[in-house]
């Protein structure tokens, strides 16, 4: 008997969870919030994610840093463009999803299309960044002296509300590229997009701990994620409405010195990636 | 062979020392769905605020500080025994451990790094952590050790002649190693990783207390599994009827494994609710651990600034 479709048939609503440690987990809270369609319809019930999920997650990413800081340029472009490979596979599914959160078919389309060509921007951008923004210095001995860009570590990223998903890949992509690891809140007016991306991540060959997606309101998260001391840099994608925050985040990251992005846009360029670099400088030894 | 079973109140009225191991197992044979469901009950305990900070400086005071490693220098023991004395710079509060324990030869600079102050030193001497040698070896150095200033032994039991049944022997050497200990406290190691099953545990831990150890220790940190918390209460179990029998107190020390606060607050939620508050103190328990100090003075830290710490800030061991 062939397979067929039944219109009684209940369908399979997948559960949104977080992704932490290349797992999905729901929030050790409990918590959930309810996420409504324009039309009052309710999507999904959203992880509403803890202090305790943030500090899960750091904890995945400092032990994942110690590996992808070490990988080769080559292999994380080679990642990044996995990624690109899944999310291309995953099109029809992103725009939909997108569709339902209230976007408009033709934009979503765009973004989706967008968010692709990001992740193979940044990965073209994984062995060149290096070349470009380092230096052999000129010094007075017989040394050669160059410098050159490290990862700083840990990154927490506080992703744009909307585009929801353009601007979460425009957010990690020059962040992990870079060798660093990432712990990011998504949207809290799409969350769907981003933890749907934690599955396109999930299967990229990206290692667990290198992207860790968390779901739920700054307003709750934002000081644990600026005050960590675990944490190294911060990206805060600048909300109009929220103006308060770039004074939080300032604030609590003065105690461990952690680099602070305020991002007032999502342009995609290079000296993004170069915003959670660091810069090593050696003295090398040369004969007469 | 005939088994022992437990009944109140019928153990053997005969002098300690005299029991024929090599006759009969005494020990009860251990439930093991039974101590599972327990120990989850023990880890769904939330310990919050004021009983954290209690628990996080308890088990400060409860480490023992180790350092086990064929690498260690004179450097690297004193280093460990200031940081036994004064956990953390700027937490003046945070009590001292209870002991540093370290390779017979380190004694004596450990010994000399801590005096003035109340921390014992202990030596794992018999042959660590194998105590693959002939018993002549393993009492000279646990006379040595002595000698050379440690205040408490650590000895490993002979895992092999344990499982061979050869159950008089093991009770003989573990008589023989705390005669040679003088005054000097004795902890034995089971190394419960090696004996398969918590029956085992149960025995050893009858067997090694009528023996005469003060102490009895799961794991010498050098196999794996190492502590867990399943062994752990049925060694704990076991120095409770030991004491309702002798109404002698023997202590426990869980070691190899215990790396995180948020592990050690477990085990001591399991030793209130099993020994109660008279167990818990550095004189009847003690955590055998390298990197849970860290954790401790991390978790501290914490709920003193509200902002997760991390180890970047904090001494490497």
Same mark, same amino acid.
């Given at each position: 008997?062939?397979?067929?479709?039944?219109?009684?048939?209940?369908?399979?609503?997948?559960?949104?969870?977080?992704?932490?440690?290349?797992?999905?987990?729901?929030?050790?809270?409990? =918590?959930?919030?309810?996420?409504?369609?324009?039309?009052?319809?309710?999507?999904?019930?959203?992880?509403?994610?803890? =202090?305790?999920?943030?500090?899960?997650?750091?904890?995945?990413?400092?032990?994942?840093?110690?590996?992808?800081?070490?990988?080769?340029?080559?292999?994380?472009?080679?990642?990044?463009?996995?990624?690109?490979?899944?999310? #291309?596979? =995953?099109?029809?599914?992103?725009?939909? #999803?997108?569709?339902?959160?209230?976007?408009?078919?033709?934009?979503?389309?765009?973004?989706? &299309?967008?968010?692709?060509?990001?992740?193979?921007?940044?990965?073209?951008? &994984?062995?060149?960044?290096?070349?470009?923004?380092?230096?052999?210095?000129?010094?007075? &001995?017989?040394?050669?002296?160059? &410098?050159?860009?490290?990862?700083?570590?840990?990154?927490?990223?506080?992703?744009?509300?909307?585009?929801?998903?353009?601007?979460?890949?425009?957010?990690?992509?020059?962040?992990?590229?870079?060798?660093?690891?990432?712990?990011?809140?998504?949207?809290?007016?799409?969350?769907?997009?981003?933890?749907?991306?934690? #599955?396109?991540?999930?299967?990229?060959?990206?290692?667990?701990?290198?992207?860790?997606?968390?779901?739920?309101?700054?307003?709750?998260?934002?000081?644990?994620?600026?005050?960590?001391?675990?944490?190294?840099?911060?990206?805060?994608?600048?909300?109009?409405? =929220?103006?308060?925050?770039?004074?939080?985040?300032?604030?609590?990251?003065?105690?461990?010195?952690?680099?602070?992005?305020?991002?007032?846009?999502?342009?995609?360029?290079?000296?993004?990636?170069?915003?959670?670099?660091?810069?090593?400088?050696?003295?090398?030894?040369?004969?007469? | 062979?005939?088994?022992?079973?437990?009944?109140?109140?019928?153990?053997?009225?005969?002098?300690?020392?005299? +029991?024929?191991?090599?006759?009969?197992?005494?020990?009860?044979?251990?439930?093991?769905?039974?101590?599972?469901?327990?120990?989850?009950?023990?880890?769904?305990?939330?310990?919050?605020? $004021?009983?954290?900070?209690?628990?996080?400086? %308890?088990?400060?005071?409860?480490?023992?500080?180790?350092?086990?490693?064929?690498?260690?220098?004179?450097?690297?023991?004193?280093?460990?025994?200031?940081?036994?004395?004064?956990?953390?710079?700027?937490?003046?509060?945070?009590?001292?451990?209870?002991?540093?324990?370290?390779?017979?030869?380190?004694?004596?600079?450990?010994?000399?790094?801590?005096? !003035?102050?109340?921390?014992?030193?202990?030596?794992?001497?018999?042959?660590?952590?194998?105590?693959?040698?002939?018993?002549?070896?393993?009492?000279?150095?646990?006379?040595?050790?002595?000698?050379?200033?440690?205040?408490? +032994?650590?000895?490993?039991?002979?895992?092999?002649?344990? %499982?061979? !049944?050869?159950?008089?022997?093991?009770?003989?050497?573990?008589?023989?190693?705390?005669?040679?200990? !003088?005054?000097?406290?004795?902890?034995?190691?089971? $190394? *419960?990783?090696?004996?398969?099953?918590?029956?085992?545990?149960?025995?050893?831990?009858?067997?090694?207390?009528?023996?005469?150890?003060?102490? +009895?220790?799961?794991? *010498?940190?050098?196999?794996?599994?190492?502590?867990?918390?399943?062994? *752990?209460?049925?060694?704990?179990?076991?120095?409770?009827?030991?004491?309702?029998?002798?109404?002698?107190?023997?202590?426990?020390?869980?070691?190899?494994?215990?790396?995180?606060?948020?592990?050690?607050?477990?085990? %001591?939620?399991?030793?209130?609710? *099993?020994?109660?508050?008279?167990?818990? @103190?550095?004189?009847?328990?003690?955590?055998?651990?390298?990197?849970?100090? @860290?954790?401790?003075?991390?978790?501290?830290? /914490?709920? /003193?600034?509200?902002?997760?710490?991390?180890?970047?800030?904090?001494?490497?061991?």
């Amino acid at each position: 008997m062939s397979r067929q479709e039944n219109s009684d048939r209940l369908g399979v609503l997948k559960t949104y969870k977080l992704y932490i440690d290349g797992k999905f987990p729901r929030t050790e809270s409990g =918590r959930y919030f309810k996420l409504k369609a324009a039309d009052g319809k309710i999507l999904a019930n959203v992880c509403q994610g803890s =202090r305790k999920d943030v500090r899960d997650a750091v904890t995945a990413a400092r032990t994942a840093f110690a590996k992808w800081s070490r990988q080769t340029a080559y292999l994380r472009g080679q990642i990044l463009y996995r990624v690109a490979e899944m999310l #291309e596979g =995953r099109r029809l599914q992103f725009t939909e #999803e997108l569709v339902e959160q209230g976007v408009t078919r033709d934009k979503a389309i765009a973004e989706v &299309s967008e968010s692709i060509d990001t992740l193979v921007y940044y990965a073209g951008w &994984s062995d060149k960044y290096p070349q470009i923004f380092s230096a052999v210095n000129p010094v007075a &001995s017989s040394h050669f002296n160059f &410098s050159m860009p490290e990862p700083t570590g840990v990154v927490c990223v506080l992703a744009p509300e909307l585009p929801s998903l353009l601007g979460l890949v425009r957010a990690i992509a020059p962040v992990i590229i870079g060798g660093n690891t990432a712990v990011v809140l998504v949207s809290s007016k799409q969350p769907l997009s981003g933890i749907t991306f934690g #599955e396109v991540l999930h299967t990229s060959d990206l290692p667990s701990g290198v992207v860790n997606l968390v779901s739920g309101f700054r307003d709750e998260l934002i000081k644990t994620m600026a005050s960590h001391m675990d944490v190294n840099a911060i990206l805060l994608c600048a909300e109009k409405d =929220r103006v308060g925050d770039s004074v939080v985040v300032q604030e609590q990251a003065i105690e461990n010195l952690k680099r602070v992005s305020v991002w007032k846009d999502i342009e995609a360029n290079p000296y993004r990636i170069m915003e959670f670099q660091e810069i090593k400088t050696t003295w090398h030894p040369v004969g007469a | 062979m005939p088994r022992y079973q437990f009944r109140e109140g019928v153990w053997p009225t005969m002098s300690l020392q005299k +029991i024929d191991y090599s006759q009969f197992r005494r020990s009860p044979t251990i439930d093991l769905v039974g101590v599972e469901e327990r120990v989850a009950k023990f880890n769904s305990r939330s310990i919050k605020k $004021e009983s954290k900070m209690f628990a996080l400086k %308890l088990a400060m005071s409860l480490c023992d500080l180790t350092t086990l490693d064929a690498k260690d220098t004179p450097g690297k023991v004193k280093q460990l025994c200031a940081k036994a004395m004064r956990p953390h710079e700027d937490l003046p509060e945070v009590p001292h451990v209870a002991a540093v324990c370290v390779y017979p030869n380190m004694v004596k600079i450990a010994k000399k790094a801590l005096e !003035g102050s109340k921390i014992n030193v202990a030596a794992v001497a018999t042959g660590f952590p194998s105590g693959m040698t002939s018993l002549k070896f393993r009492l000279d150095e646990t006379r040595w050790a002595v000698s050379e200033g440690a205040d408490e +032994i650590d000895m490993v039991i002979s895992r092999g002649k344990f %499982l061979a !049944g050869e159950w008089q022997t093991v009770f003989d050497e573990i008589v023989a190693v705390k005669e040679a200990c !003088g005054k000097a406290h004795l902890k034995v190691i089971f $190394e *419960t990783g090696e004996l398969s099953s918590l029956d085992q545990v149960r025995f050893i831990s009858d067997l090694a207390m009528d023996a005469g150890a003060d102490f +009895i220790k799961t794991s *010498t940190g050098k196999v794996q599994p190492a502590a867990t918390l399943p062994v *752990t209460l049925v060694m704990l179990e076991a120095i409770r009827d030991f004491y309702y029998r002798t109404g002698k107190k023997i202590g426990m020390k869980p070691a190899g494994g215990i790396a995180t606060a948020k592990i050690a607050i477990q085990y %001591l939620v399991m030793l209130k609710e *099993t020994l109660g508050e008279d167990w818990m @103190n550095p004189h009847l328990y003690r955590f055998g651990a390298s990197a849970l100090a @860290n954790d401790l003075l991390r978790q501290i830290v /914490k709920e /003193k600034t509200g902002r997760y710490q991390s180890f970047d800030y904090f001494s490497k061991d």
